[in-house]
């Protein structure tokens, strides 16, 4: 069964430093997500992709945060310059009809 | 601000007997809602969905009930197995649920089922 896949599963960086978590969302879903989850928390919306460019994004979404497609398979998260309060749990998910289907995950942790 | 409240973030059941999770909203604008369970290591897979013209929906072992009046849901687990031990997040989505419109997640309940 096709899934949505994460790289790295684990991303350690100093404070300051800037961070790429990439996805590779399933093949013919047209609209894809970033999530995240703090330690003990809710699971958080991001931001959402269609059609090559942000459809919504929420508050935590700020400058420092950005979204690209660079190559029609590769959807890839960037966090400028990562504070301490950006480690988290990052899901990627995509979507077809209802359903979100989700990856793994990226457990970044900012020193 | 908690548009989806899991109140309880642990629920310990024994093999056999029925889970129930809760799940409450306070947006009268959600209209469809989501189960999804999720294993340690793993992002969370989708379990079952209800829309707002329902108020049941059933699929196998697993059962979600809606109360629009009291803005509740529940998922129900019969019964209940070791397999079973993740866990759940209940999520809520507003009218007219499209792809550009975004989940909103509860926190979550640690489901254990004891054999």
């Known amino acids: 069964e096709p899934e949505v896949t994460q790289t790295p599963s684990h991303q350690v960086t100093q404070m300051g430093q800037e961070v790429i978590l990439r996805c590779v969302p399933i093949?013919?879903?047209?609209?894809f997500y970033w999530y995240r989850q703090i330690l003990g928390q809710k699971v958080e919306f991001l931001v959402s992709?269609?059609?090559?460019?942000?459809?919504?994004k929420s508050e935590i979404f700020d400058d420092q945060f950005s979204v690209e497609r660079p190559d029609g398979s590769n959807f890839t998260l960037k966090i400028r310059s990562t504070k301490l309060e950006d480690s988290a749990m990052y899901f990627c998910a995509s979507r077809k009809n209802e359903k979100l289907f989700f990856g793994s995950g990226t457990q970044l942790s900012v020193l | 601000d908690q548009q989806v409240k899991q109140n309880s973030p642990s629920l310990s059941v024994q093999e056999g007997r029925i889970s129930i999770l809760n799940c409450d909203y306070t947006?009268?604008?959600?209209?469809?809602f989501l189960w999804y369970k999720k294993y340690p290591a793993e992002g969370p897979t989708f379990l079952i969905s209800i829309s707002s013209i329902k108020d049941k929906n059933e699929d196998g072992r697993f059962t979600v009930f809606l109360n629009k009046s009291a803005k509740h849901l529940s998922l129900h687990i019969v019964p209940s197995q070791p397999g079973d031990s993740a866990v759940y997040f209940c999520a809520a989505s507003p009218k007219s649920y499209s792809g550009n419109t975004p989940l909103v997640f509860g926190k979550g309940t640690r489901l254990s089922v004891i054999a």
């Open positions: 992709f269609y059609n090559n460019e942000i459809s919504e």
């Open positions: 093949s013919n879903h047209l609209y």
């Open positions: 947006n009268s604008m959600f209209d469809y």
